[in-house]
């Protein structure tokens, strides 16, 4: 079974290019998370979506990040202008839905690693 | 200057011993916790779960054990190998409500030969 699918898997850009990065989540997941995970935070949620719509976007940090799901099988996290302190892996992440026991589990894709310069 | 990052708590054991690691969790709200493992460059791997009207829940080679009392979790791995060095999170589930699963800062297990 495939699971979370992420592109790219490493990223290199320079400061103030647009950076966007993609996920296709597991078949039938309703739920996608986007995280992020840096030395000196750890794991941090940005936003998710449950079916297609925009939940909760507390933890994007900034207007220069923002983040799509256009359909059920894809989402974008983009980030415009990008700087330095953005370099971070990106996580995406999808489950069945928010509620109930089993159906919380989140299942994590490979993530991508982000330079910016 | 001097970076300060996360100081991850580590456990060191010999390959072959039984590791438990422990977590603190805190909201009384949360019934369902997982248990996360992270290989490095790797993304978190559903290792195992348990609802809250459980105390213990057993899988292959791990266990998980709930206090509810002290808002306390713990994953045991029986007989450790090379393969089970990794980051270890874990998550509760904040009630189930809309926000979604919280992580922990993670335990790095190393396995020694």
């Known amino acids: 079974d495939a699971g979370v699918i992420q592109s790219p898997r490493h990223e290199v850009t320079e400061m103030g290019q647009e950076v966007t990065l993609r996920c296709k989540p597991i078949?039938?997941?309703?739920?996608l998370f986007w995280y992020r995970q840096t030395m000196m935070r750890g794991l941090e949620l940005l936003i998710y979506?449950?079916?297609?719509?925009?939940?909760?976007d507390s933890g994007m940090p900034e207007d220069r990040f923002s983040a799509k799901m256009p359909n059920a099988s894809f989402s974008t996290l983009k980030i415009q202008p990008s700087e330095p302190r953005d370099s971070a892996v990106y996580f995406c992440a999808s489950s069945l839905g928010l509620f109930g026991g089993a159906s919380d589990t989140q299942y994590f894709g490979p993530g991508t690693r982000l330079t910016v310069l | 200057g001097e970076s300060v990052g996360l100081h991850l708590p580590t456990l060191s054991v010999q390959e072959g011993d039984n590791s438990i690691i422990n977590c603190a969790y805190s909201?009384?709200?949360?019934?369902?916790f997982i248990w996360y493992k992270q290989e490095s460059g790797k993304g978190p791997q559903f290792i195992i779960d348990i609802r809250s009207n459980m105390d213990k829940r057993q899988g292959q080679r791990v266990t998980v054990l709930l206090n509810k009392t002290v808002k306390h979790l713990s994953l045991q791995i029986a007989a450790t190998q090379p393969g089970d060095s990794a980051v270890y999170f874990c998550a509760e589930n904040n009630g189930g409500g809309a926000d979604g699963l919280t992580f922990g800062k993670g335990t790095h297990l190393i396995i020694q030969p």
């Open positions: 909201n009384s709200a949360s019934d369902y």
């Open positions: 979506f449950n079916n297609n719509v925009p939940i909760d």
């Open positions: 078949s039938g997941h309703n739920s």
